[in-house]
T-cell receptor, first 113, second 116 residues
Framework: AQSVTQLGSHVSVSEGALVLLRCNYS??????LFWYVQYPNQGLQLLLK??????LVKGINGFEAEFKKSETSFHLTKPSAHMSDAAEYFC???????????FGAGTRLFVKA | DVKVTQSSRYLVKRTGEKVFLECVQD?????MFWYRQDPGLGLRLIYF???????EKGDIPEGYSVSREKKERFSLILESASTNQTSMYLC???????????????FGPGTRLTVL
């Protein structure tokens, strides 16, 4: 069985500060891991994904995430927050040979001027 | 550009009504999905389809059914809407490449359904 836990339903940072959104997963098979972003009144769009190549994954808009198997984590970071980063972020996990993706509960990011 | 469209952005229905939510993708994707999104619960899978006329139950199929008569179209049906089905409904599709779990999901903008 697979599951995802996102630590913190809300995170607030100042513009220009580091963004760190935490995600821990559980999977009985080698996982594929994703971060999606949802802007207000829109569907989700892919930020980045890990598919067993490099453990440090770079995505769009300056975001990156590091797969740490020993910690079962896939935290999302961005060195300097921008006002346009305010959105809800979802971590997700799926496995080989399957279609189902399990999503975390989401973390809403607020960026203060 | 990749496109998933949903028939309505906002919908208000009454308890007991039959409700149809339509989703169309123009990417020739094999797989299509219906999720509901509720605050604090993330996205939960209702049904998915991996081929025309094929469907599989997701995690919360009760009270819902689906139809996929054409590859590009996937419909979600609420046979008799209830107030606890008030939610945001998201449709998604994936190409269905080898190693399907690695596929990126492409989402529509969502339908916010209110059942009174």
């Amino acid at each position: 069985a697979q599951s995802v836990t996102q630590l913190g339903s809300h995170v607030s940072v100042s513009e220009g500060a580091l963004v760190l959104l935490r995600c821990n997963y559980s999977s009985s098979v080698p996982p594929y891991l994703f971060w999606y972003v949802q802007y207000p009144n829109q569907g989700l769009q892919l930020l980045l994904k890990y598919t067993s190549a490099a453990t440090l994954v770079k995505g769009i808009n300056g975001f990156e995430a590091e797969f740490k198997k020993s910690e079962t984590s896939f935290h999302l970071t961005k060195p300097s927050a921008h006002m346009s980063d305010a959105a809800e972020y979802f971590c997700a996990v799926s496995g080989t040979g399957g279609f189902k993706t399990i999503f975390g509960a989401g973390t809403r990011l607020f960026v203060k001027a | 550009d990749v496109k998933v469209t949903q028939s309505s952005r906002y919908l208000v229905k009454r308890t007991g009504e039959k409700v149809f939510l339509e989703c169309v993708q123009d990417m020739d994707h094999e797989n299509m999905f219906w999720y509901r999104q509720d605050p604090g619960l993330g996205l939960r899978l209702i049904y998915f389809s991996y081929d025309v006329k094929m469907k599989e139950k997701g995690d919360i199929p009760e009270g819902y059914s689906v139809s996929r008569e054409k590859k590009e179209r996937f419909s979600l049906i609420l046979e008799s809407a209830s107030t606890n089905q008030t939610s945001m409904y998201l449709c998604a599709s994936t190409p269905g490449l080898a190693g399907g779990g690695a596929d990126t999901q492409y989402f529509g903008p969502g339908t916010r359904l209110t059942v009174l």
